[in-house]
């Protein structure tokens, strides 16, 4: 195995985007030889995964028509990441110049919407890393030597990606490369590590970074409303995945976030005195509160005369729930137009971070942190247009 990633580090000081001998001989060490190699311990990947043999996926590759800086060879469950765009993983990277590998524990930099594939931005790659590291951390550190950055130059603006969604990583110099057997060890470490995230994403409702499932649940709604070709979902293994449409919610967890958060909301305000009437059937908000002078008080719960001069009378909530962290949420134009007429004497109720508990026969939800903006004045700046109505000329 040593002399496989010899061979592939040397070959890098001859790279060049164009297919030469050097390039051809590259591609197929990283894309047949070492996987090749690696089959013999595919058993042990398995049982370091905890996944059947079946399921283990090793594959390499050195980019599609034109030759990538960074080739690499990585080991997934299929299930879990059936594409090195997609999922956590372990992957070698080979850095540009030759002087250096990396075994790294790494995530997918894009991911599929239904419509299209999107890149995922520093921001979101930095949040997934931030999530996983605590899951691995007690066995990483126990290991040592394990590095949390990891440098591709020359690798532009995918090894820039690959730098960002780095969780742990080993480095390999060329001047001291481990043999066969200390290689294996440290891809199974590195794959004990991947279960440890495979089995955190497991139980994960949302994991922070990911698309907010409402904010793109609405976009591909609007996408298959235009007209647009949407990919059918695909199946929820028994063990959840996140990747593509796995992301969206199913209508039924869809009701249940709804009628768990307006539940919320309703003990909520009830709590402060106010009487509350779910008004969400037949009116463009959810919930509307009443109180008579002696129950008066902050819509909050706190004392309202440090507050506002004068206590309202009345209060048109909106309440939205949702699994992610609440960054974002979807209004329809009725809901915005009304709460712009109601204001100042409407809210905004979000419960954020809800759990859907899907091990059982039936889903629930369950927790989530309630936030109360109250009067909420909605500015324009705040908010992004998912779609748009447009009349035609045969109007």
């Not at 080991?75 to 059936?82: A, E, H, I, N, Q």
């Not at 990747?243 to 919320?264: D, K, P, T």
């Amino acid at each position: 195995m040593n002399g496989f990633l010899a061979q592939v580090m040397d070959l890098q000081r001859a790279y060049t985007w164009r297919v030469t001998p050097e390039m051809e001989r590259r591609g197929r060490i990283v894309k047949r030889e070492v996987p090749g190699a690696l089959e013999a311990h595919r058993a042990a990947m398995a049982g370091a995964l905890d996944i059947p043999v079946e399921r283990v996926l090793i594959e390499g590759a050195d980019g599609v028509g034109r030759k990538s800086v960074v080739p690499w060879v990585r080991v997934s469950d299929v299930t879990r990441s059936p594409s090195a765009m997609d999922g956590w993983y372990v992957v070698l990277l080979f850095a540009a110049g030759g002087e250096r590998a990396y075994l790294t524990l790494m995530q997918g930099t894009t991911y599929w919407t239904g419509t299209e594939l999107r890149s995922r931005g520093a921001e979101a790659l930095a949040a997934r890393v931030d999530w996983a590291y605590p899951h691995v951390a007690e066995a990483a550190e126990g290991r040592g030597g394990l590095l949390r950055r990891i440098a591709l130059p020359g690798g532009k603006k995918l090894g820039r990606a690959y730098e960002l969604g780095t969780v742990v990583a080993l480095e390999y110099r060329r001047d001291a490369l481990p043999d066969t057997t200390g290689f294996v060890d440290d891809l199974l470490f590195m794959a004990g590590l991947l279960r440890r995230v495979y089995a955190a994403e497991t139980t994960a409702t949302y994991i922070p970074g990911d698309p907010i499932p409402e904010v793109l649940d609405a976009e591909v709604s609007a996408e298959r409303a235009a007209g647009r070709s949407i990919s059918e979902p695909r199946p929820r293994p028994a063990a959840a995945t996140r990747s593509g449409q796995g992301f969206l919610l199913s209508a039924v967890e869809r009701r249940l976030i709804e009628r768990h958060s307006v539940r919320m909301a309703t003990e909520h305000f009830e709590a402060q005195g106010w009487k509350v009437a779910d008004v969400g059937a037949n009116q463009p908000y959810d919930l509307h509160l009443t109180r008579d002078d002696a129950t008066r008080g902050d819509a909050t719960g706190g004392d309202v005369t440090s507050r506002r001069p004068a206590p309202v009378e009345e209060l048109h909530v909106e309440v939205k729930g949702t699994t992610s962290l609440g960054q974002a949420v979807v209004l329809t134009r009725a809901e915005v137009e009304a709460q712009r007429e109601f204001a100042p004497r409407n809210a905004l109720v979000i419960v954020h971070s809800i759990r859907l508990d899907r091990s059982g026969a039936e889903v629930t939800a369950e927790g989530g942190v309630l936030h109360c903006t109250s009067p909420w004045r909605i500015d324009q700046p705040d908010l992004t247009p998912i779609s748009y109505r447009y009349r035609t000329d045969l109007a």
